[in-house]
Structure formats: C-alpha cells, structure tokens
C-alpha cells in the first residue's frame, strides 16, 4: 500500500513539470503586457519600457523561467507583477473561500445526488427514475450563471430569505457563513449532483443485476439494507471517481458563481490574473489547481481499495 | 483596533466634537480582548461602497488608474487642490509667488502628521514631488524649467525656476491624472518605476492593512490625528472631516449583483450604476441615484499616425466625418439624459470649451462627404485594424458604432475583438497593423483629465515620446508652449481655441461624445460631496 | 476489463452503429422528442439566412432594449438589434462550435489514442502530457488559450477542444490496449498485415461507438463552455453571434429585460438537452452489457 502510494506520488512529478512547462511558455507567448496593464492609460512607451526592464520582463525566455524554477524550489511563488504582493500571501488570503464553498458543495452533492442515483435505480424505469433522469440532464444543460441568477431573483430578491452575495468566513461567524454560502453552493450543486446522480444509478444499476444481490434479497434481507449495505458499497467506487474527475468540472463553476455571488475565491482570482497577464499568480495558481486535482485523484485511487476490498494494489 | 497610545493621543484631540463616538471606538478597542467586541463593532461606523474596478496596485505614481488616484485621496495629502470652480486652493500648505514669477514658496500648514505618527516635513514634499515629476507629464513640464527645489526648514519649500512657468499652481493643483500626493520621504525615495511596498500617508484615512485583498476589498479607517481645514470641504478642497469610523471598499464583477447588494442594503454605495439599470433602484425608497459630478468623462477614438491609411490628414478626416456622436452616445448610454454631445476637445463645462471644427461630428455625421473625401484620397482599401475590447462595458458601443460608420464611408474594418487588458498592451506596440499594430481604438477619460492642454494626454504632438498614435506635430507643440506662457484665463482661452482648431484639422484624436455616470447611495448616507473623485470624508452614515 | 465489454465480432459495433436510427424509434418517449427538437434547431439554424428579418449586425440606437413588436418579434438588445434574428443566427455559431469542437477533439483523440496504444515508446509520454493538460482546469485553460489568440471563432473553437482531447486518448486507448490482446488482432499480426490495415480493420470499428458518445457529449458541452467562456469575458466578438455571447451580453439586463437571457438560454438548454438525451440512448443501447440486462 505505501509502496503503491510512493510509486503514485513519484509519477505526479512529470505531470507537474510538464504543467509548469506549458503554463510558462503559454503566457510568455501571450500578447499583452504587464507592464502596459500596471501603467495606465497615459503611459508612453519610454516609461514602459523602464517598468518592464524592473519587472524583468526584458530578461531571456529561459532566464525567466530558471528564476521561477528555482524560487519555486525554495518554496517561494514569486511575487504579484500588478499588485507587489507574495502570491502565496494572495493565495493564502482567497483560498478559503474556494475550499470551504468546494467542500459544503461536494458535501451537499453527495448528501442529495447518492439517494436520488439509488432511488432512480431502484425503481429503474418508473416515473421516479424519469424524474431524477430529467433532473439530471437538466443539470448538464442550463449554464451555471443562469441557475445562479435564477437563485438570486427567486432567494435573495422576491422571498428575501437570503443575502445576495458576499462570503463570510466560517471562523469568524458560522452563522453568516451558511448564509452567504447556500444560494452558491446550491448553484455548484446542480451540475454535481446531475454528475453524481447519474453515475450513481447506472452503477447500481449494473450492481443490483449481480448475483450476490439476488442472493441477499433471496435471504430475505430488507430492502433499504440490499441497497445501501450491499448494492451501495460495491457500486461506490465509480461513484468516487466521479467526484474526483468532477473536480474539473467543480473548478470551472466556481470561476463562474464567484463572480456571481462576489465571492473573493480563487477562482476569481485567476481569471482576473488571467485578464491582467499577471504571470506570477497565473503560473502559481494553475500548478496548484492542477497538483489539487492530481492529489484528489490519488486519494480516491487510495480510498478505492478502503472501500472495494476486491481492488488490491 | 486602536493602540493604547492612540486611544491617549485621542483623549487631547477630544475636542473636535463626536466624543461619544470615539469613546465607543476606544471601548471597542478595549473589549475586544475581552470577546465583548461584537456588540460594541456594532456601533461603528462603517460605509460599504462598491467601487468601479478592484484596488491592485497601491502606487499612486506608478500607475493612472483611476482606481488607485482614488486610493490615494483616502491615504495622501496634496498640497494644493482644486475647488468646484476650478480653483486652486491651499491643502497641506499656503504659497507666495516672488513678483519675477521665479520662485514659489511653500508653507506647511500646522498639525500635519503621517499615519505612522511622525510631523510631515517639507523633505518629505520635496522627496514626492521630485518622484511625481518624473513620471506625470505635467511634472515633466516643470521640472524642465526648474532651477532648483528644496526644503529650506520644517516647514518651507522653495522652488526656483530657471524661466516662468505660469500654471505651476495649478499643475500641483490638478485632481487627474496624477496629483502630486505627499508620502514620507524614505517612502518617495523608492525609483519612479518601481512601486512602492508602504501605506502610510498623511491623508484622513488610515490603510487597514489587514484587511486588503487585492481586486477584491480594501478597508480605510479614520485617522483621528488628522487635522481638518477650517473651510467647507468643496471638491479635493476644504476640510476633510470624517464622521464615519470606518470605510471599505469593495468590487463587484457584476454590476446586477451590486445593485442586488444595495437594494437589499448589504452595500451603501455604489460609484458607477449602468445607465439602463437605473429604473430598478427607482422602485425602491432606501436607495437614491444621482449624479456623482456634472462633468463626467470624455470618450475618444485615437489613430495610429506612423501607418497607412491614417498616417493621411485627408484619411483621418473622412474618418472623423463618418462619425456621429449622437449613434455613439445613443447606442452607448441610451438615455439622453446622461450624455452630452460634445465636441470640444476639452469637454464641454470647462472653462476652455470650444467646439470649432467638431461640426460634423456634432450634427449627426456626413457620410456622403466622408465618401467623397475618402475616393478622393490615396485610400486602397487597406483594411483598418480596429481594436475592440470585447470585457469593459464602458467602452463597448464606441467600436462597433464606429466600425459600421467608417464601413459606410468606404473603409475596410478589420474588426478585432480583444479584452481590455490585451488592447492595453497592443496599442503600446509601434508595429505595423498587419503585424500586431493597430489602426484606432477607443478609451474613456475623465473631464478633469483632458480639460487643459497641459494635461489632455492626446495633445502632445512630441512623436514617439506623446500618446499611443505617436503624432508628431510640431504646430501643436508651439501652441502649447504659448499657453504655458499664458498668464490670464482670456489669454489662455484664446490659446485654447486655436488648439481646438488645430486638433480637429489635423485629427490628432475624435472626441466621440461626453457621458455621465451616476452613483447609488443608501438614503442613510448623506452629505457626499459631490466630486469627480468619489471622495469619503464629509459623508456621514444615519443609523 | 471484464470479459462482457469485450467486443464480440469486430463487425458487430458498427452494426450497431448503424441500425441506431431504426432502434431509437422503438424507444418512443423522450429520445425522440429529443431527435425532433435538435433536427428543428438545426434546421432552423442552417436555413436562418433565408429568413431572418433583420441584420443581426445592424446596431440602432433608437431601437434600444425594446419589447417585442411587430418589427422585432422577441425585441432588441442594448444595441438596437433584433433579437429574434441574433438567437437564430447564434444558433449557427454555437452549434457550429460544438460540433466542431467535437469533431476535431474526436478525430485529434482518435489519432493519438491509437499511436499511444499501439506504440509503447510513444505511450508513456504521450500519457504523461495527457494526464498533464487533464490536470489543468479547462475552464482556465481555455481562458488562458482565448487571451493567447484572441477571441476569433477558431481561437474559441481550439480553447474549448484542446482539454477535452486528453479524455478522448485515454477512451480510445483503452480499448485499443483491450483489442489488442484479442484473438484476432493477435492473429492479424501473426499473419503479418500491416500495421495501418489492423488498425483500420479491427480497432477503427470498436472505438467508434464509444467516441460517438463521447463525441456528442463534447459538443453539449463545449456549446456550454462557450457561454461561460463569453460570460467570463473571453468569448467571440459581438459581431458573430452566439448563444453564450448574447447571454453574456445581456446579462447586465438580466432584471429590466430578462428575454435577453431567456431566449438564447431556452434555445441552448433545449439545444444541449437534446444532445445529452440522444447521447445516452445512444450510450444505453451502444453498450453491450446494458443492452443484456435490458434485454
């Protein structure tokens, strides 16, 4: 098992260099100037010129991207081209936010999308199934934008039961925090649990025709127990895998409902460094993103064999 | 939170009314150890505005977003600063002018004192009005005349001038683009191009430091060692009393969503509000929109002069006679309430208005004379790079009103859509169109921003040293040397006009219309001052 | 892989493939309601220069945000233009960048899937690089691919394919590496056909039918990502109508006159519905072990 998780972790450095590779020569071959974007409008190019030379924008290709290896190395992100500020500090500053909406959704999800895969399965082919079916089409289909203004006009604006936008952290008032977070996490929500609910059924599905299942409902053994005791447990680990692919899927709706809800995430944080060719905090968010994504991913390959004893690694 | 030694420097400075206030302040402090200190922040003060773009870079010298001059009214003093009558006015300091017109003394006024508690200097004026005249344009100006400028004590600052140089007051004055803010001099040392890493300033407002997220929020506390004026607080002018604890700026990506946020009172302010989106704040009695300030901004379309086809006179002014401001402004802003047609290149409500040679563009356009001239050009039909952002609204309408107007009159528009950021950088780039240049491409300037020919950006006819578009022009250089010299109003109007001729002969830029923006505010702020800065002293916030 | 997803016949697949059509009539309900409705909307869309009543271009500033009329059936937007002949014509672009987002991710997938799965020299890395692009949030990919070529049609069009071509290899190699252990291919090599002719003849036929599922969910999903995409700021110019760049326009609007969201969201929620039905009928009846159980 922990020879298994070494030889995982070890085949995560490729990826990652390959992932700072690319990032790196995407901007650097990306129109658009830092320099020009931190000046203003009434700049002239002489002035420009002497901010890039100080941003060390002017230095070679392979230069600039020793010097973002090595401080990577020591553990140092660089440094905010627009804003002068560490961009670990910036990340530290926005990555809550990011994680704890991610995770009462991923939460949520679950919590509606597992019984609503296992109901449809269940009663495969009645009007329960069609429901959760079309619930989850539907998900896939109407933008997360859309859902989300949808929200806010119904929530926020008719019934007036919820804050419109804003995040509070969950330390400083949990209370608040519920708040301000449901009516975005109900937006993520919807796409997950049309992911997971889907998923969900079809591997019951697949599950519910095998044999120990006959065998157990033969036995006499309750119904709710052949479902989430034995049909559950066998059909889980596509259900984790969708979780963890879904993590993609979960970062680009949050790029989306934190411009929404105004929500000071990462997610927004990127674009926006995208928008200002901030290449420091574009580099460093994308290679964090990307080695959360890879380490979700081997933690469910990782919990695979906890759950599914017939996977043995 | 407040130190101990601040809560004692506040007990001598009690006597400037609002004790009670500030003996809440000083018990918030003191019980926010004890975990009591909800219930006495609640009492506080705090005005939550949400602001045009996010704050991202705290140097006021090294950038021009309005963003961050707006930052810096909170944090920075001036020395002098401009009235509602355009009028310069003393802020930090009172000045005399010897009667050869040589030198300019400058007096601090008492009280004075940065964040960090040290006295203001006149070291500290002379550090940052040498870093500021490095970087703004007008600063050059001076400095290129100046013989020498020091702090003679404490207080006085001494500027000696190699030739007379009739609007320095006003240049110190200015409230765009780049005021000269006072910093600490260790602070001011740091080069013109690199941005500065403090926060403290002499300004009426403290920096939370805290609580800043770049681009998202930024809180400013009340400084209460700060000495207000005497005088009624008038644009940048005046006393700037601050009656609120404190002030936290955020930003919205979506305008639908601040208005959501101010209709349900989340917010209390709101600095720009779509024009179209006003009707939704009318129905409600808890939030008011008005206009922020009479003047609004200019917006423009500038040609690139080093290439074909604009680098022709006779080419640029087919142009500027296919373009109708009124489809302009009415596209973009709709209500004709909010838009001015305008054909001055230094605004209209300025004492230098003028409107000579904008006729055409006033009077709804002339196609057909913008098609004769145009056959009559050496027009091959080069396709024209024009460059849209496709991510800020404000600028949205200008480039696709103007494609289909310069189509009419014959052109061939390469139509090139791109998000601000990326125009930012390209029209930087002196390359050929075909090859990542540029033909023409629109902004927005605030009035204050190009109401003189000292500081309009576009009137610079200096080659590769003036505006993207780099006209070379040396008529217009000679005009503006003249109203430099000008010493009277008259005399400089006078000039004025000859300039606004000059510019619409030779096309140096289109002024495609005046637009204004009006602000939000819950009814329980009351008193702002109406300004072309959003500024927050004088405001108080009603329970 | 069990033995059940194993292919049967290298003929059979693309059977199956085929007789699609003559299936999913059986299946009655909501598949054909699907296939109804996307064949209006493609109609609908391909024929929309023929009757459009106004030029969705032609911006008038008179005509701002107006209701719906006579002269503007479903009124106009911020500029003036119509509406109802901007969500026609959208419907062009945006289907015309789902299926050629799926297309192109399809074909490029194809292509590296089966050299991935037929070369092992060339499999590991090429594995690493796809596991790296997969590992890239494609949202901020794309993003970060539009600001580099600028928000033209093929730039948008190439932003949204791209991250979706990593998923496309692993499928198609993975059932090649399941094929190539299979009597027949074994067979093939033994009697010594060319390395071009087995992949034709024996492994082209079995991954078509999981790309055809594949493919219709990528272009769902990148007329979706589009929409984000424009939403976001980084989608095609104004002047060559989408649904998601009509959407993201009108969002500002979204409480004066919410038919600007309403109408291209309806067309393209309906428009991806449609597909994402069709593609799991497809999926259901392509996939051998459900169609046992079914049965």
Not at chain 1, 41 to 69: H, M, Y
Not at chain 1, 301 to 310: E, L, W
Not at chain 2, 351 to 362: N, S, Y
Not at chain 3, 164 to 172: A, G, M, Y
Request: proline content about 6%; hydrophobic content about 50%.
């Amino acid at each position: 098992m922990l020879g298994y998780i070494l030889k995982r972790l070890l085949a995560v450095v490729p990826v990652i260099t390959f992932v700072a590779i690319f990032v790196f020569l995407l901007l650097r071959l990306t129109p658009g100037d830092p320099a020009a974007i931190l000046a203003g409008d009434a700049a002239t190019p002489a002035q420009l010129e002497k901010i890039r030379t100080s941003l060390g924008l002017n230095d070679p290709l392979l230069v600039q991207f020793g010097t973002w290896i090595g401080q990577l190395f020591r553990g140092d992100l660089g440094i905010s081209l627009i804003s002068n500020i560490p961009v670990s500090d910036m990340v530290g500053q926005r990555i809550w936010p990011t994680i704890n909406i991610a995770l009462m959704t991923i939460i949520l999800s679950v919590l509606l999308a597992v019984p609503m895969g296992v109901i449809a399965a269940w009663k495969h082919r009645t009007w329960a199934d069609y429901a959760v079916m079309s619930f989850s089409v539907l998900g896939f289909s109407v933008p997360v934008f859309v859902i989300g203004y949808i929200f806010i006009q119904v929530f926020s604006i008719e019934l007036r039961w919820l804050p419109v936008q804003g995040y509070t952290p969950p330390t400083e008032d949990f209370g608040k925090f519920l708040s301000k977070a449901i009516l975005p996490c109900l937006t993520l929500a919807t796409i997950y649990v049309a992911l997971i609910a889907r998923m969900t059924r079809a591997s019951m599905l697949e599950v519910l025709g095998e044999d120990y299942v006959r065998t157990a409902r033969a036995k006499g053994v309750s119904e709710t127990l052949v479902l989430f005791r034995h049909a559950l447990r066998n059909a889980a680990v596509p259900i984790l895998t969708i979780i963890g692919t879904g993590f993609a899927l979960l970062i680009s709706g949050v790029v989306v409902t934190e411009s929404v809800f105004n929500i000071p995430g990462i997610g927004r944080l990127t674009v926006d460094a995208i928008l200002a060719r901030d290449y420091p905090v574009i580099q460093a968010m994308i290679l964090l993103t990307s080695a959360i994504y890879v380490f979700i991913n081997l933690m469910i390959d990782v919990a695979y064999s906890i759950i599914d004893p017939r996977i043995r690694y | 939170m407040l130190s101990f030694k601040e809560g004692l420097l506040d007990k001598t400075a009690r006597s400037r009314g609002a004790s009670t206030l500030r003996a809440g302040l000083i018990a918030g402090a003191l019980l926010s150890g004890t975990g009591l200190a909800t219930s006495a922040q609640a009492e506080e003060k705090v005005i939550t505005a949400v602001m045009h773009s996010g704050l991202r870079v705290i140097d006021p010298v090294i950038t021009t977003a309005h963003i961050v001059r707006n930052h810096a009214y909170m944090l920075y003093d001036v020395l002098i600063a401009v009235d509602e009558n355009f009028t310069p006015q003393p802020q930090m300091a009172s000045w005399a002018v010897s009667d050869d017109k040589l030198t300019y003394t400058f007096t601090l006024r008492d009280g004075l004192l940065f964040h960090d508690g040290a006295a203001v200097t006149a070291a500290d004026a002379e550090a940052s009005l040498k870093r500021w005249g490095v970087k703004d344009s007008g600063g050059q100006l001076i400095f290129d005349v100046t013989d020498t400028l020091t702090a003679t004590d404490e207080k006085t600052l001494v500027w000696t001038l190699k030739e007379p140089y009739p609007p320095l007051i006003d240049t110190l004055a200015k409230q765009s683009a780049l005021p000269p803010f006072i910093m600490p001099a260790s602070v001011a040392a740091t080069p013109a191009t690199e941005s500065i890493s403090s926060f403290i300033g002499s300004g009426p407002f403290k920096f939370v430091e805290d609580e800043y997220q770049p681009g998202v929020s930024v809180t400013y506390e009340k400084f209460d060692e700060y000495v207000p004026r005497e005088e009624p607080a008038s644009w940048m002018a005046g006393g700037k009393v601050v009656y609120v604890d404190k002030v936290k700026w955020v930003t919205m990506p979506d305008s639908q969503t601040s208005i959501n946020a101010l209709l349900s009172g989340e917010v209390d302010y709101m600095e720009q509000v779509p024009v179209d989106l006003l009707p939704i704040l009318e129905s409600s009695d808890e939030v008011v929109s008005e206009l922020r300030d009479p003047l609004g901004y200019q917006s423009i379309g500038r040609m690139n002069f080093l290439y074909p086809p604009f680098d022709d006179v006779k080419i640029r002014k087919a142009a500027m006679m296919a373009i109708s401001q009124q489809d302009i402004m009415g596209t973009l802003v709709g209500n004709p309430d909010y838009y001015k047609i305008c054909g001055a290149v230094f605004g209209c409500g300025t004492p230098l208005e003028d409107e000579t040679g904008a006729e055409t563009l006033i009077n709804g356009g002339d196609v057909e004379a913008a098609k004769k001239l145009l056959a009559e050009s050496d027009y091959d039909g080069t396709p024209v790079v024009l460059m849209q952002p496709t991510d800020v609204p404000s600028i949205s309408a200008q480039p696709i009103v103007a494609a289909q107007a310069l189509r009419d009159a014959g052109f061939t528009v390469d139509m090139q859509p791109m998000d601000w950021q990326t125009l930012v950088g390209r029209r930087a780039s002196q390359s050929k169109p075909s090859e990542g240049g540029w033909n023409i491409f629109f902004t927005n300037w605030g009035v204050p921003e190009i109401n003189s020919p000292l500081i309009n950006p576009m009137l610079n006819g200096r080659g590769n040293d003036a505006w993207f578009g780099w006209p070379t022009d040396d008529a217009l250089e000679a005009l503006r040397k003249d109203f430099i010299k000008a010493e009277t109003l008259d005399e400089q109007v006078a000039v004025a006009k000859q300039i606004q001729a000059h510019a619409m002969d030779v096309v140096n830029y289109i002024p495609v219309g005046q637009y204004l923006v009006p602000q939000a505010r819950s009814t329980k702020i009351v008193d702002m001052l109406p300004s072309p800065v959003p500024v927050f002293w004088n405001v108080k916030k009603e329970d | 892989m069990s033995a059940a997803n194993a292919p049967v016949s290298r003929l059979q697949p693309v059977l199956g493939l085929l007789s699609l059509p003559l299936r999913l009539r059986k299946l009655g309900g909501g598949p054909m309601i699907a296939a109804i409705v996307l064949i209006i909307i493609v109609i609908a869309a391909a024929l929309a220069p023929l009757y459009i009543p106004h030029d969705p271009l032609a911006i008038n500033a008179i005509y701002r945000l107006k209701g719906p009329s006579e002269m503007f059936l479903l009124g106009t937007d911020a500029y003036g233009r119509d509406l109802f002949s901007r969500v026609v014509m959208g419907g062009r672009v945006s289907l015309f960048i789902g299926v050629g987002a799926a297309v192109v991710s399809v074909s490029l997938g194809l292509a590296i899937g089966l050299v991935s799965g037929f070369f092992r020299v060339a499999d590991s890395i090429i594995m690493r690089i796809m596991d790296s692009l997969m590992a890239i949030p494609s949202i901020l990919l794309a993003i970060a691919l539009v600001a580099l070529n600028g928000p033209s049609l093929w730039s948008v069009i190439a932003a949204i394919t791209l991250p979706e071509i990593p998923r496309v290899v692993r499928l198609v190699r993975s059932v090649v590496l399941t094929v190539r252990e299979e009597p027949y291919v074994e067979a093939a090599v033994a009697l010594g056909s060319s390395m071009p002719k087995i992949l034709w003849q024996h492994l082209m036929p079995n991954t078509l039918a999981p790309l055809t599922v594949q493919g219709t969910y990528i272009c769902a999903s990148a007329i979706l990502t589009e929409a984000i995409l424009s939403f976001l700021g980084a989608g095609v110019s104004t002047e060559i109508p989408t649904w998601g760049n009509i959407m993201a326009e009108g969002r500002l609007y979204f409480q004066i006159k919410p038919s600007l969201i309403f109408w291209p969201g309806l067309m393209l929620s309906l428009c991806i519905l449609s597909i994402n039905l069709l593609g799991d009928t497809a999926r259901d009846l392509l996939d051998p072990r459900l169609r046992k159980r079914e049965a």
